[in-house]
């Protein structure tokens, strides 16, 4: 007899318990392990997506309980579709969804093609570059909303001292022009750090031989760079800009504590919106028909995006 | 008199304590927003406990999160408020979705007459359907959005002089709207004491009720009205009329003219910050602040005085306050009522007003020294004659994020013209009725 750990474990099972087990196949064994998952992702999950779907075709009000709930067919699904105020949400959404990634991946490729090189206190500017990212979103929100104060904020000190111009003079949070650039730069600045870890990881998991083998074929640094080390490091950044456009696309949390949506409506994007017409307007079959739209909208394009991704990393 | 007092006070006593020994003691908790008044409330209801045996527990919420946090609490039934001093708009959701104690059966047994309290604060804080004699709520905290100013500032001999040269016009207390505005802007970016100083702080909050109680400061005044025919839900020439659209683009003037820069998400926390650190010459907030600005050691005192709202077209001020009510998923709705009698009496609200908080009590308000006992204790009568609220129904929060959208949007974003704003608040509005069944 073997006197492996397991092996020792399974003869601790107790004798009315391994009697039982006995007659079980494989295949039930396997379904007894699974089974509390897939309960608990029923429940958890499943059960409450398609109890969505039902709320989203009726006038249920959560806060109005006694109210007759009457099944308003697709009323709500038209509404929303021709809601400007969604389309202007959607718009915002988008905005600081197309921007936040140009910037993160661009800048975050950058820093960690730096970083990848060696030199002296590189492993110090890795931490340092990574902080943002540690930090909860609520108080990022908030200091940046220090940060941005016209007339004692870092930012705007800054700007004034490299323009000359008034630092009274221009608000990001409070203007409609500035303020969507304004949480587009706090982003950046919070999450372009996990972009970079990526890239990192990518470039470091490029062997030395291929680049060896290039030079010995005289490639040009810049041949390199575009044919062995930007396909290598693809598949690992789609993956970051698929993370980051998940998070960005439901991001709320952030653009609450700077702006709150405003100034006016500007900067509420489309899960401010649902969150204030769930709890806020407690029009709970309206926001759960959107909340659908919403997920349909993530749910098909990360599935079109997952599966370009394979075809990259097949390459 | 002050012996008749002490023991008139000694028999409320003996009352609650004899109650007290009907009921066992219990663990109440009284839920409010978390402002000057309720640490007042803290101190007062210690007379409760030494008097009845029960224990006060206290549940105070920031007023940003204080709507939300609340009005989950009653939607789902939670039993973590006993009483609740809610917002007066909450009355018509607190009646019709059953989360308030209705109260006309227990003030006919205990004596307890709403003729004894002001009649605006009755009207507001309790009775649904408005002005129906179907109370929900007792008025606890009677309160209106007014103004303070800077007076050390309006009485220099060299501002003064600066103003006339202006203006051609003595620097005072506004008596319009207009002049209100004059004077902001006179004091708009002005140098006094080697600090540069703005207009006046107002409310521009977009999350949640701020700009609109900021708006129809001015909507009010101008002749503002919600329907043509009360209960009627007609909108279209009240909601929009001429004079709401001038009001409106007056509080965009306002805002874009006379206001501190970076004022665009500002609330009741930022008018008091701006005016103690000496950055502005005027704000508006609610009555609730004004004791706390006077005892205030820097700039309160012989620095700092009140006046209402001015009006415009007519007197105007936007109602603020809230009345006490039970809430009736409480297991302890005995003690809960025994709290409201006792708040009720004439004494109690005689020491409430003393402590800092606003007694709505005929006897209290109506008494000879009531005038003279604060700075801006005639202010609040004058403001309290003159009050208007906004929607009281059980959609009232639908209609109120309707009103910040449309009233940010216009006056924050520069998005339309103020027709536009109100045409679309009125589209909302009808939409939120059409769903409520009332058009």
Redesign the interface.
């Known amino acids: 007899m073997s006197d492996s750990t397991a092996d020792k474990l399974a003869q601790k099972t107790p004798r009315r318990v391994a009697r039982k087990i006995k007659g079980l196949s494989d295949r039930a064994i396997a379904w007894l392990f699974v089974g509390p998952t897939i309960f608990l992702l029923l429940a958890v999950n499943i059960f409450p997506l398609l109890w969505t779907i039902n709320l989203s075709f009726t006038n249920f009000k959560a806060n109005r309980i006694n109210r007759e709930v009457k099944y308003i067919g697709l009323r709500n699904y038209e509404r929303i579709l021709g809601d400007s105020d969604i389309w202007l949400s959607m718009q915002a959404t988008a905005h600081f969804l197309f921007w936040t990634l140009f910037f993160q991946v661009l800048i975050g490729f950058a820093l960690a093609w730096l970083i990848n090189r060696k030199f002296r206190g590189n492993d110090l500017w890795t931490t340092i570059i990574v902080l943002p990212m540690m930090l909860s979103p609520a108080v990022v929100g908030n200091f940046w909303t220090f940060l941005y104060q016209p007339q004692i904020g870092l930012f705007n000190y800054i700007i004034t001292f490299f323009t000359g111009a008034d630092p009274s003079s221009f608000e990001m949070l409070g203007s409609v022009d500035l303020a969507p650039w304004a949480i587009v730069i706090v982003d950046t600045w919070m999450w372009t750090p996990f972009v970079m870890l990526i890239c990192l990881a990518g470039l470091r998991s490029i062997p030395d031989y291929i680049y060896e083998a290039a030079e010995i074929d005289r490639a040009s640094k810049l041949r390199q760079f575009f044919t062995i080390t930007i396909p290598m490091v693809l598949p690992f950044l789609m993956l970051a800009i698929l993370f980051r456009g998940i998070e960005n696309f439901k991001m709320f949390d952030l653009v609450v504590q700077l702006t709150g949506g405003g100034p006016g409506s500007i900067t509420e994007m489309a899960s401010i919106n649902l969150k204030r017409e769930a709890f806020e307007k407690w029009r709970t079959g309206y926001s759960s028909a959107f909340a659908i739209i919403l997920f349909v909208t993530v749910f098909g394009l990360a599935s079109i995006y997952v599966k370009a991704l394979n075809k990259v990393k097949e390459r | 008199m002050k012996h008749l007092k002490i023991a008139s006070v000694g028999v409320l006593s003996l009352a609650a304590a004899t109650m007290s020994a009907a009921t066992k003691a219990e663990d109440l908790t009284l839920c409010w927003a978390a402002w000057d008044p309720a640490n007042a409330l803290v101190e007062l209801s210690k007379d409760f406990e030494s008097a009845s045996g029960h224990t006060m527990n206290f549940e105070f919420v920031p007023w940003p999160n204080f709507a ?1 946090r609340m ?2 609490e009653l ?1 789902s039934g939670g039993k973590l408020c006993d009483l609740l001093i809610g917002d007066s708009q909450w009355i018509g ?1 607190g009646a019709e ?2 989360h308030y104690v209705k109260l006309n059966d227990f003030f006919d047994a205990e004596g307890i007459s709403m003729d004894d309290f002001a009649p605006a604060t009755v009207y507001a804080y309790s009775t649904w359907p408005k002005g129906t004699p179907n109370y929900y709520a007792l008025p606890a905290m009677g309160d209106a959005n007014g103004w303070f100013y800077r007076k050390d500032w309006f009485e220099r001999d060299d501002i003064k002089a600066a103003y006339k040269e202006a203006t051609g016009q003595e620097l005072g207390e506004p008596k319009s709207q207009k002049e209100l505005l004059q004077i902001a802007q006179f004091f708009q970016e002005r140098e006094i004491d080697g600090k540069t100083v703005y207009g006046a702080a107002i409310f521009t909050e ?2 949640s009720e701020g700009i609109t109680m900021g708006a129809t400061s001015a909507l009010y005044p101008w002749g503002f009205k919600y329907e043509n025919t009360p209960g009627e839900y007609d909108m279209e020439g009240a909601v929009n009329s001429a004079e709401a659209v001038e009001a409106l683009e007056f509080y965009k003037e306002f805002y874009k003219t006379a206001t ?6 500002s609330y009741m926390g930022e008018s008091l910050d701006a005016f103690k650190s000496g950055q502005v010459a005027m704000a508006m907030n609610w009555f609730a602040f004004f004791p706390g600005l006077y005892a205030d050691p820097d700039t309160g005192g012989d620095k700092i005085d009140f006046f209402v709202n001015p009006p415009q077209n007519q007197e105007g001020s936007t109602l603020g306050g809230q009345g006490i009510s039970v809430v009736s998923y409480s297991d302890k709705k005995e003690a809960s009522l025994e709290y409201i009698k006792w708040f009720s009496d004439p004494e109690v609200q005689a020491k409430w007003w003393s402590m800092g908080g606003y007694s709505a009590h005929n006897s209290v308000l109506q008494g000879d020294t009531f005038k003279d006992s604060a700075p801006f204790a005639a202010d609040f009568l004058l403001a309290m004659d003159n009050v208007q609220d906004f929607w009281q129904e ?1 959609a009232y ?2 209609l109120l ?1 309707a009103m910040q ?1 449309r009233v ?3 006056v ?4 339309g013209t103020a027709q536009e704003a109100l045409d679309k608040l009125i589209e909302d509005w009808t939409e939120v009725f059409e ?1 409520e069944g009332k058009l």
């Open positions: 939300d009005l989950n939607n959701g979705n059953g977009r999350g501190p820069p970076g004022y665009t998400n059980p929060a639908e994020l959208k940010h949007d216009f924050v974003a520069d998005q769903d």
